[in-house]
C-alpha cells in the first residue's frame, strides 16, 4: 500500500493544532516563575540596663572628675610649666640673635641714689633680650628705692633702655636718737649723708616726719615768717613749736593744738607792729586764744632754778 507523505505548509504552521504552542523556553519566559520571599533573619537577644537620669550625671561626674585629677597630677608634675617656660626662652632667645638685645642703658635724673640700687632693680644687663624685660616689674622695683618718688622705663627698639627717676627731695632734717636723717613732705626718710642739706629746718619729736606736709603748709600761710623758722619740734604728736632765726638761741613760739592758723597770723602781725623778736624775748605763748605770754631770759633762767614752780610743759 502507498505510504502518504505529510507535507506542512506554511499555512499548518501559522494555524491548526499547532497555532498555540510554544517552545518551553519562550513559554518560560512569558511566565515568569514567583520567587519565594525570605524569611527575615531573626535579631539576637539584646539585654537592656535600665539606667536613670541621676546614675547618668552620677556617672558623667566621675569621668569628669576623673579627668581633672589627671590634670592636676600632670600640672604639679610640672612639666607643662617647664614645656612653656621652655618655649618662651627659645622665642626670646631667637628675637636676641635677631638683634632685639639690650646693648644700651641710660638714666635721667639720678642724683643721690646710687647707681648699683638702680641696676639691682631693674634687673636687666646688656646682652640680655630686650623683650625679656617686665616693664611694669622694674618700674615697681625702681618706685620701691627709697629715694625715688617715681619712675618710668621705656623700651627704645632695637637694643635702648632709658630710666626717668623722680628722686624724693629732702625738705627737712629729722633728729632722732642723736642722729639725722633727711625726710621729704610726705615724711618719707631719705637714706644718705646729710652734706649739702645742712640748712634745712630741723624737726624733733615723735611723728613729725609724718607732719612736716602739714608744718610747711602752714608756715606758707606767712612767707616772712616761714623763711626765718629754723626748728620745729613736735609736742605730744599734736601741736608744734617752732624756734626762729636760730637752732639753739632763736626766740621759741608755743603753738596752739587748735586754730594753729590763726594764732600764725597773730604772731606775724605782732611782729610787723611791734618787733617783738627785736626785743629781750626768748618764748613766745599763743596757745590760748585770748592770751600772750611772753619770757625773757631772766624769766626761763629763773624758772630752770626752781623747775617746781614751773608748770609742765604740754
Same mark, same amino acid.
Given at each position: 500500500m502507498r505510504r502518504l507523505d505529510i507535507v506542512i505548509t506554511p499555512d499548518d504552521r501559522l494555524g491548526g493544532s499547532?497555532? +498555540?504552542?510554544?517552545?518551553?523556553?519562550?513559554?518560560?519566559?512569558?511566565?515568569?516563575?514567583?520567587?519565594?520571599k525570605p524569611r527575615p533573619k531573626r535579631k539576637p537577644a539584646r539585654w537592656r540596663l535600665a539606667i536613670t537620669p541621676v546614675q547618668k550625671f552620677a556617672a558623667l561626674g566621675v569621668v569628669v572628675t576623673a579627668v581633672l585629677v589627671a590634670g592636676?597630677?600632670?600640672?604639679?608634675? +610640672?612639666? =607643662?610649666?617647664? @614645656?612653656?617656660r621652655d618655649t618662651g626662652n627659645a622665642a626670646l632667645a631667637s628675637?636676641?640673635? @635677631? +638683634?632685639?638685645?639690650?646693648?644700651? $642703658?641710660? #638714666?635721667?635724673?639720678?642724683r643721690r641714689t646710687p647707681t648699683d640700687q638702680v641696676v639691682t632693680a631693674l634687673a636687666a644687663h646688656h646682652g640680655?633680650?630686650?623683650? +625679656?624685660?617686665?616693664?611694669?616689674? *622694674?618700674?615697681?622695683?625702681?618706685?620701691a628705692l627709697p629715694s625715688v618718688r617715681a619712675a618710668a622705663v621705656e623700651r627704645r627698639l =632695637?637694643?635702648?633702655?632709658? /630710666?626717668?627717676?623722680?628722686?624724693?627731695? =629732702?625738705?627737712?632734717?629729722?633728729?632722732?636718737?642723736?642722729?639725722?636723717?633727711?625726710?621729704? &613732705?610726705?615724711?618719707? !626718710? $631719705? =637714706?644718705?649723708? $646729710? %652734706?649739702g642739706f645742712e640748712d634745712l629746718p630741723l624737726v624733733v619729736g615723735d611723728g613729725a616726719p !609724718? &607732719?612736716?606736709?602739714?608744718?610747711? #603748709?602752714?608756715?606758707?600761710? %606767712?612767707?616772712? @615768717?616761714? *623763711?626765718? #623758722?629754723?626748728?620745729?619740734?613736735?609736742?605730744?604728736?599734736?601741736?608744734?613749736?617752732?624756734r626762729l632765726d636760730d637752732v639753739e638761741k632763736g626766740l621759741e613760739v608755743r603753738l596752739p593744738e587748735l586754730?594753729?592758723?590763726?594764732?600764725?597770723? &597773730?604772731?606775724? %602781725? /605782732?611782729?610787723?607792729?611791734?618787733?617783738?623778736?627785736?626785743?629781750?624775748?626768748? @618764748? $613766745?605763748?599763743?596757745?590760748v586764744a585770748e592770751r600772750l605770754i611772753l619770757k625773757s631770759d631772766?624769766? !626761763?633762767?629763773?624758772?630752770?632754778?626752781?623747775?617746781?614752780?614751773?608748770?609742765?610743759?604740754?
Open positions: 499547532f497555532a +498555540g504552542v510554544r517552545p518551553q523556553r519562550e513559554a518560560q519566559k512569558a511566565a515568569p516563575q514567583s520567587t519565594p592636676a597630677v600632670v600640672w604639679r608634675s +610640672g612639666a =607643662p610649666s617647664r @614645656m612653656i628675637t636676641a640673635q @635677631m +638683634g632685639l638685645r639690650i646693648g644700651e $642703658i641710660t #638714666v635721667a635724673g639720678r640680655d633680650p630686650i623683650l +625679656g624685660l617686665d616693664i611694669g616689674a *622694674a618700674k615697681a622695683r625702681l618706685e =632695637p637694643g635702648a633702655l632709658h /630710666l626717668s627717676i623722680v628722686e624724693r627731695q =629732702p625738705v627737712a632734717l629729722w633728729q632722732s636718737e642723736g642722729r639725722f636723717v633727711l625726710v621729704d &613732705r610726705d615724711g618719707h !626718710q $631719705i =637714706p644718705g649723708a $646729710i %652734706e !609724718q &607732719r612736716v606736709e602739714e608744718l610747711f #603748709v602752714l608756715l606758707s600761710a %606767712e612767707p616772712e @615768717m616761714a *623763711a626765718r #623758722v629754723k626748728a620745729a619740734t613736735r609736742v605730744g604728736n599734736r601741736r608744734w613749736n617752732v586754730d594753729t592758723e590763726s594764732a600764725w597770723h &597773730r604772731l606775724a %602781725e /605782732l611782729e610787723k607792729r611791734r618787733g617783738l623778736t627785736s626785743k629781750q624775748i626768748t @618764748m $613766745i605763748d599763743l596757745r631772766q624769766q !626761763q633762767a629763773a624758772e630752770r632754778r626752781t623747775p617746781s614752780d614751773s608748770r609742765k610743759e604740754d
